[in-house]
Structure formats: structure tokens, C-alpha cells
């Protein structure tokens, strides 16, 4: 599950929920275009920690 927190107040905004492919162990990355803001991150799992694996790249638009 991936979490927001406002680094203002140290609040966890939960923006949504989403059950990913395979294990998300990676960083998320976000972006910005004009005043969208978008959140990438890539779930390919990790065997040692035994997560599900897979080759996944998911890219998320932010509410505005």
C-alpha cells in the first residue's frame, strides 16, 4: 500500500488504496506536469523478502 504524508504536519493522507501486481519495494517517484501531479513506482517483487514477483511499471495521477 502506498502512504502520503504531509511533510507540514506529519499527517498520513490516504489519497487511495490499490493492491499492486507484485511486491513494491522500490521507491515511488512523483512528477509534476502543469498542475498535475503524478506517482510512479515499479513493482517487480523481491524473492528474498517473499513478496510476489513481476515486471511491473505503474504510473498513478494524483487527485487534483
Known amino acids: 500500500m502506498l502512504t502520503a504524508i504531509d511533510l507540514r504536519t506529519g499527517e498520513i493522507r490516504w489519497l487511495w488504496k490499490i493492491k499492486l501486481p507484485a511486491g513494491g ?15 510512479v513506482i515499479a513493482a517487480d517483487g523481491h524473492s528474498a523478502m517473499g513478496t510476489t514477483l513481476g515486471d511491473h511499471l505503474l504510473a498513478f495521477a494524483l487527485p487534483d
Open 25 to 39: 519495494q522500490a521507491t515511488p517517484m512523483t512528477y509534476q506536469i502543469g498542475n498535475k501531479q503524478y506517482l
